[in-house]
Nanobody
Framework: QVQLVESGGGPAQAGGSLRVSCEVS?????????MAWFRQAPGKEREGVAA???????HYGVSVKDRFSISRDDVKYSMNLQMNALEPDDTAMYYC????????????????????WGQGTQVTVSS
């Protein structure tokens, strides 16, 4: 059973940076695991932020492209989201998600394709 635990959220100033991490356990072959970050603010729908495939291809949501960067460390069994040039609209609960996938499958920001979810970490950006 894959388990995901997020960390690294907290307060930040607009224009600043923050990194959130997701520790992943319960799998053996990292090439089979597709992962992503989603976020949800109060009163808003869940939004796909960034995704990464088993072979390292990435895909970003329009609102974070060129500001956020997703990466994975298959030695440490973790996934990270580096967030730069933060804006108050980035305030949300950030969730990591994972699924097993076949070779060649593209990274996805569709929440329904992911089978495993973390509990979330809060990011709050003040102006």
């Amino acid at each position: 059973q894959v388990q995901l635990v997020e960390s690294g959220g907290g307060p930040a100033q607009a224009g600043g940076s923050l990194r959130v991490s997701c520790e992943v356990s319960g799998y053996s072959d990292s090439r089979e695991l597709w992962m992503a970050w989603f976020r949800q603010a109060p009163g808003k729908e869940r939004e796909g932020v960034a995704a990464i495939s088993g072979d390292g291809r990435t895909h970003y949501g329009v609102s974070v492209k060129d500001r956020f960067s997703i990466s994975r460390d298959d030695v440490k069994y973790s996934m990270n989201l580096q967030m730069n040039a933060l804006e108050p609209d980035d305030t949300a609960m950030y969730y990591c998600a994972a699924r097993f996938g076949p070779p060649g499958m593209a990274p996805s920001l569709t929440a329904t394709v992911y089978d495993y979810w973390g509990q979330g970490t809060q990011v709050t950006v003040s102006s």
